[in-house]
């Protein structure tokens, strides 16, 4: 309700600072008062904060201080050789040159101020933002600057600022230009209305309209005569019920009115448009008039459509791929989840923000995952770990998830994202596969048990079924029978072993380690823990296995692990 109620305050003030620049314009004050009005009016909005207003010459080549009450002297004398409307020449030149907004954070290290750093640093002038003040074909009128002691950029709330003061001193710059080129005369306050790139108009204090500006009727493509006899044909008819209870409410309380709505254009089209009014009171407090603006919004309005809508598609992309999707503040607290978490784990979305969502780490996971989550979150690197996650119905089941960080220009971390993917069915078979290879470790030393001690009284004698025996021994026992003896296999088999044997040969001795590891069961997070190395690392090293080994999968791998005797078992 505070901050309501701030805002409201604030909003009213900025109101209130534009009728005050709207009068000394409308009692064809001098440019140089007005504009000066409007510099302080701003400069009050913000602490610290020093406001400068720019003209342009009539053949827009250069600039001059006409309003710049809070700026030093040495500054504004020093910088006039950077005034010429041209590329790389500080801020404001700069501004005026390209048309649009230049945002110096910092003219200690900008490269726009390599030439002319030093009048602004001894001045005390870090931050300078310039605005282009436009007029009709973007000629440029003059530039707005905002500046500052020390290095940044303009918040949301200064931008809003700069916005309504290049819009205040426009009307201010062409109303005054308008005025000296109608040589002052009687009727000079209403052409100016109605060149200015603005629809106006102006309300008596009951209601009724009394004046609207020329582009206000070139755009509705009605005489005043008509809209006063219809007041409402220009509105939207949806939007009618609306905007009538809204006005009427704020003309009854004498509050400034502001709302957008959708007014017809002659050709039929509806655009959608902002309106203002402000009340103009006399010494009494009594409103006296209303005045208003309709600014076309209807870009702003359809790309706030577009961003909307594209929005919305990624929102479906990511509650529909197959995974678990989240993001956390820099801190670590989650503040969103897609729908699949939500689906998963039978949580509503505010029991899955914050930390709450630790509520279904699995016990036995529990100390590790924190930890390890919240020694990630001060390594500020990209991360994986294997945990268990507690379904809606109760039963847990393997997941792997990633963290990775997003910074911003600085490298400080604005945002965690994060994927949890379910690899249950993936433990299971390493289970089964670790299952299996003791099975197989097991049958092997009991079959070499058994031809040990087979035959116990033809040790000694040399027949050609000992020799079988002894070549079928040592075939179970891993190791390559001599030539001889393997009558029973083909040139090819024999060609295959050696090609295995130089490719063991090549191995390494971390290759030689993963290998025992992998066929242990164990999963690449716990390989890495295992040998001080990154799951990455691990993941390279085995695709580099699987090529120098020429095997296409993890079974065959472990095969080709138990025939040569490379399992930890062995």
């Not at 030149?93 to 001894?122: H, K, N």
């Not at 390890?372 to 945990?387: D, N, Q």
Request: proline content about 4%; hydrophobic content about 40%.
């Amino acid at each position: 309700m505070t901050t309501r109620a701030t805002e409201r305050e604030t909003h009213t003030t900025l109101l209130d600072s534009q009728r005050r620049v709207l009068e000394r314009i409308a009692s064809h004050a001098p440019l140089q008062e007005t504009l000066e009005t409007l510099v302080r009016l701003i400069e009050e909005q913000a602490e610290g904060m020093r406001c400068a207003v720019l003209l342009a010459d009539s053949a827009q080549q250069s600039l001059r201080f006409v309003a710049a009450p809070s700026i030093p002297e040495d500054y504004k004398a020093g910088i006039v050789p950077y005034l010429r409307i041209a590329p790389n020449m500080g801020s404001c030149a700069t501004a005026a040159f390209l048309r649009e907004p230049v945002y110096t954070r910092d003219t200690g290290t900008d490269v726009l101020w390599e030439d002319c750093r030093d009048i602004a640093i001894r001045n005390g002038l870090r931050a300078i933002w310039s605005t282009p003040i436009l007029g009709d074909g973007t000629a440029v009128l003059g530039t707005f600057a905002m500046y500052y002691g020390e290095p940044r950029l303009p918040s949301h709330e200064h931008i809003e600022l700069i916005d309504m003061a290049v819009q205040m001193a426009r009307v201010a710059i062409e109303a005054k230009r308008s005025e000296d080129a109608l040589r002052k005369s009687e009727d000079g306050l209403r052409i100016v209305i109605d060149t200015i790139p603005a629809m106006a108009w102006s309300v008596l204090p009951d209601g009724a309209v009394d004046f609207l500006n020329q582009r206000w009727l070139d755009y509705a493509g009605v005489s005043l005569e008509q809209y006063i006899k219809e007041p409402t044909r220009a509105i939207h008819p949806e939007d009618i019920p609306r905007v009538l209870e809204k006005w009427l409410a704020d003309m009854a309380a004498g509050e400034p009115y502001e709302d957008e709505m959708r007014l017809r254009r002659a050709d039929g089209e509806y655009r959608w448009f902002l309106i203002r009014t402000v009340p103009l009171r006399d010494e009494q407090g009594n409103i006296v008039k209303w005045y208003g603006t309709s600014t076309d919004i209807e870009d702003r309005k359809r790309a706030e459509d577009a961003l909307r809508e594209s929005e919305d598609r990624l929102r479906h992309v990511v509650d529909t791929i197959p995974a678990i999707v989240w993001s956390a503040l820099p801190d670590g607290s989650v503040d969103f989840v897609n729908d699949r978490w939500l689906q998963y784990t039978g949580l509503s979305r505010e029991d899955s923000l914050g930390w709450r969502w630790m509520a279904t780490i699995h016990p036995d996971d529990f100390a590790r995952t924190t930890d390890y989550w919240r020694a990630v979150l001060l390594s500020g690197e990209s991360a994986e770990i294997e945990e268990r996650l507690r379904r809606s119905d109760g039963e847990f089941r393997w997941f792997l998830c990633r963290y990775v960080p997003v910074r911003d220009e600085s490298g400080r971390i604005v945002k965690w994202y994060g994927t949890c993917t379910d690899i249950e069915d993936r433990k299971q078979a390493e289970a089964t596969l670790r299952r299996n290879q003791a099975f197989f470790a097991a049958e092997a030393q009991r079959i070499g048990g058994l031809l040990e001690t087979s035959a116990p009284g033809h040790r000694h004698e040399h027949s050609a079924g000992d020799k079988g025996v002894a070549v079928a021994r040592r075939g179970v026992a891993g190791t390559a029978p001599h030539a001889a003896g393997a009558a029973e296999r083909t040139i090819p088999e024999d060609r295959r072993l050696i090609g295995e044997r130089q490719a063991i040969e090549s191995l390494t001795s971390n290759e030689r380690s993963i290998i025992r590891l992998i066929t242990d069961g164990k999963s690449n997070a716990e390989v890495a823990e295992l040998l001080h190395l990154s799951p990455r690392t691990v993941e390279t090293y085995r695709a580099r296995l699987m090529e120098k080994l020429h095997l296409d999968d993890l079974v065959a791998l472990v095969k080709f692990a138990i025939r040569h005797g490379m399992t930890a078992v062995d």
